[in-house]
């Protein structure tokens, strides 16, 4: 098929998303070719068929997926559409994986604009290319107004693990260290800062980045040393150490002087009467590694530039409660709890 | 961060920390109250009691506006936002107070009703000059540092000829509580629990001043230090309160100068006492009916006072007869004391409006301090 078959081309500048482009009709074919074969141009996709064949080697494989609702849909440091894949392959990569492929599905509120789809779909293409990931099967949808804000994307991921290894948060032990690769609640504070009920502003961007790069690298340094990784996206850092806490039966100490967060988010936080340790993060991860690799793990993340501020920030310890417990900067000692209700919706 | 790290360093912490420990005579008991949520919130989040010496003890007060609102009043929320006409503006952490028979803002929400979460009062505003054809319903409540915005708010709204705007007004004042908590039975006549001093809120005084605690200070001998919300103020607070007892005086000093004075912010007490007028009672989680401890709208802002414009009643609704929130507010008890406490009433399913703001003492305990209960 090709764009000789329509009466003309959309009109990116200033069109919009109407029902017929969900309809499975002309219109609907004209966007997918129009608009999202441009952005992601990838062999599987120039056939054209419902889904993609791809060829697999021995092995073991991973396979994850992700639905990105984020509000507003632009944001300094990306958009829904970079976050959309970077997401994923981060969630993939934190197996130790190497992500190949993504398929992606679009829920379209009728009325968005065809200039902001193409910017979104652009992004997404830019990042997946960026990754060396391929964007090989996709879906669109569209919904009358109201039904949903703008647009929601779920993309799944699918990846190779390297032979042998097999990374789970049970595996953490009394000793281990726990890492993070850099500042903490970037991604978190740079989306409220654009909310409209909130904007304020601040010079942070979102940490939004595919960090399967930095895994490759930290495991080829540490292999099974490195007994769990996680991305701590909704919830924060608090959220993820307390999710290995309570599947490894383990408790954490941390030091609260240890754990990087930037002043600007510091700033925001404390302005809007929210702890970095619960905001989101978008391209960061906290790695359980074995006492005696943590050095070598920790210089290993450092040479990445996505890793550049990556800390030593705790240890693993025995304790049934599993409390994650921070040691306050004056000496004292506080837990650091599960996130409780809904700090900050639709953050990603 | 300028002007918050300074106030968080660590060598002046400790310093002030060892001057307490030093001063602080073994042979006696230190039981202060910090009437403010902000300074329980602080206290637990920096782990502050870590640093006090046994006998230093910080007594949780009353001074969390969520907490101490009454199941009648999210009630009264409650029915309102089930009005078919009405949008109800609300701060996010109220959504999950308890009202009667489990009932919250937040079930309210789910089921359908319009209730807006907001981050500032002229978010209302905005909300009813956007939606003419909804009544529009500010829920306010806290004590006298969120009084003023409210003022404001109801100026700006009657400068803009709002027809479709109204508050749902549910402000209350500090130092009658501090009376109620002085004069409770709890206190004076089974002497369960003894104050020896307070420190008392900053953010409140820097509109009120320091003049309303005086009578305090001279009715009751009970020193009083206003302090602020950083880790070195709660120390300095507490040292300057040690001192005090050890002197046997009993004033009111003022810790946080840099923010508070003794008259107070003067333009804003003004526009508060032009639009607010005293109620003779108020109903408080944990103090009962207190008199003279909350505001209303004056008759000349009618039009703007929900309880009016909807025909509002209070109907009065007992709390979970388990829990102790009550004894907690006062200080008498503390969350471990309640049975409630980490069993049923978490933070996820708040019984007692205690456990609900991340300032009221049991959640502030349960979130930063339950490991104590174990290890």
Known sequence: MTAMAYQSKLDIDNGCVDLSHGAGGRAMTQLIFGLFHEAFGNKWLARGNDQSAFDVRAGRMVMTTDGYVVSPLFFSGGNIGSLAVHGTINDVAMAGARPLYLSASFIIEEGLRFSDLKMIADSMGEAARTAGVYIITGDTKVVERGKADGLFISTTGIGILPDGLDLSADKASVGDRVLVSGSLGDHGVAIMSKRQNLAFETDIVSDSAALHHLVAEIVAVGGGGIRAMRDPTRGGFAATLNEIAHQSGLGFRLQEEAIPVKPGVAAACELLGLDPLYVANEGKLVAIVAPEMANAVLAAMKANPLGRDAADVGEAVADDHRFVLLSTRFGGSRIVDWLSGEQLPRIC | ?375
Not at chain 2, 192 to 216: A, K
Not at chain 2, 326 to 348: M, Q, S, W
């Open chain 2, 1 to 375: 961060m300028k002007y918050a790290d300074e106030f968080r360093d660590k060598t002046i912490a400790q310093g002030l920390a060892r001057a307490i420990g030093a001063e602080a005579s073994p042979q006696r008991l230190y039981r202060f109250m910090e009437f403010c949520g902000g300074h329980t919130h602080a206290i637990s989040r920096y782990a502050l009691e870590d640093m006090l010496p046994v006998n230093v003890r910080m007594v949780h007060g009353p001074g969390c506006p969520v907490c101490v609102l009454p199941a009648s009043r999210i009630d009264m929320g409650i029915k309102l936002a089930d009005r078919p006409e009405v949008t109800l503006c609300v701060y996010g952490d109220l959504m999950r107070v308890p009202g009667a028979q489990g009932q919250s803002l937040l079930r309210a929400k789910t089921r359908g009703t319009d209730i807006r979460m907001i981050y500032s009062t002229l978010d209302a505003v905005r909300i009813a000059e956007q939606a003419k054809d909804r009544e529009v319903v500010f829920f306010a409540i806290g004590f006298e540092t969120t009084t003023p915005p409210t003022a404001v708010t109801l100026r700006l709204a009657e400068k803009k000829q709002l027809k479709n705007f109204s508050v749902f007004c549910n402000h209350v004042l500090t130092p009658s509580a501090i009376l109620s908590i002085l004069g409770g039975a709890d206190i004076r006549n089974i002497g369960r629990v003894e104050i020896d001093g307070f420190v008392g809120p900053g953010h409140v005084s820097t509109i009120i001043g320091t003049e309303p605690y005086d009578f305090v200070a001279e009715e009751f001998g009970k020193p009083v230090v206003i302090a602020g919300f950083e880790p070195l103020d709660m120390l300095q607070a507490i040292l300057m309160l040690v001192r005090q007892v050890n002197e046997g005086r009993y004033e009111v000093e003022n810790q946080y100068s840099r923010a508070v004075t003794r008259e107070g912010n003067s333009r804003a007490k003004k526009e508060v006492s032009d639009i607010f007028e005293l109620r003779d009672q108020f109903e408080w989680r944990g103090l009962g009916l207190v008199p003279y401890s909350g505001l209303k709208l004056k008759l000349a802002y009618a039009q703007f006072d929900a309880e009016v414009r909807f025909a509002m009643h209070e109907v009065r609704v007992a709390d979970n007869p388990g829990c102790e929130c009550g004894a907690i507010l006062r200080g008498v008890k503390k969350p471990v004391d309640c049975k409630l406490f980490g069993t049923i009433c978490r933070p996820e399913t708040p019984m007692g409006s205690c456990m609900v703001s991340a300032e009221g003492a049991c959640a502030a305990h349960w979130t930063y301090g339950r490991f104590r209960d174990h290890h």
